[in-house]
């Protein structure tokens, strides 16, 4: 079945503690981006990669890293968590930049205390 | 700056039509796409326009001016499972961008 997958789901922290989230998908996809949801706000993007070792900010690229090492995966780093990162998190990949259609994963509910 | 424009809020009864706006201001442009989201779940794909004018999938269809950087999502013969968040979205330019409005939440009524 062809999918995105995040780990964790559901996941609550402290401050400074860092933390990734992973991301995979199973569909060769080129492009992955990782976006926030936060009520009122609809979804930002943090970072995008167009293809491998190929990666670029988004609009809130502050306090996050990430790598694209291998297709598949598009690990999200919080090096030092902030209360400010609480937040919903999606994964989400694509054929190409410009392809119209992109395949969420299913989200990752972040709080940091 | 770049920014999208839609409604927050539209309320319609089961079996009717609405038309969920989208204007943007981007550098760069290109295509305008539409997402699904029900309350607490992942957001689906709906439409894509890269070219101006209408795209139908079904109940839905999404139509793009781009002189106009304008475009809507038009749903027809609304059910109740209809009800959830709508958002465009766009690529600007040539990078992999992406830029969401902030979502329309639509209530279908019975």
């Known amino acids: 079945e062809a999918q995105v997958t995040q780990n964790p789901r559901y996941l609550i922290t402290v401050t400074g503690k860092k933390l990734t989230v992973t991301c995979s998908q199973n569909?060769?996809?080129?492009?992955m981006s990782w976006y926030r949801q936060d009520p009122g706000l609809g979804l930002r993007q943090i970072y995008y990669s167009m293809n491998v070792e190929v990666t670029d900010k988004g609009d809130v690229p502050e306090g996050y890293k990430v790598s694209r090492k291998e297709k598949r995966n598009f690990p999200l780093i919080l090096e030092s968590p902030s209360p400010n990162q609480t937040s919903l998190y999606f994964c989400a990949s694509s054929l190409g930049a410009r392809t119209g259609e992109l395949f969420f994963g299913e989200g990752s509910r972040l709080t940091v205390l | 700056g770049q920014s999208l424009e839609q409604p927050s809020e539209v309320t319609a009864v089961e079996g009717a039509i609405v038309q969920i706006n989208c204007t943007y201001q981007?550098?760069?442009?290109?295509?305008l796409s539409w997402y699904q989201q029900h309350d607490g779940g992942a957001p689906t794909f709906l439409s894509y326009?890269?070219?101006?004018g209408l795209e139908e999938t079904g109940r839905f269809s999404s139509f793009l001016s781009r002189s106009d950087s304008y475009g809507y999502l038009l749903l027809q013969e609304l059910q109740m499972k209809d009800s959830a968040s709508y958002f465009c979205a766009v690529r600007g330019g040539n990078t992999g961008k992406l830029i969401f409005g902030q979502g329309t939440t639509l209530q279908v009524k019975p």
């Open positions: 981007t550098s760069g442009f290109y295509g």
């Open positions: 326009n890269a070219l101006d």
């Open positions: 569909m060769n996809h080129e492009y």
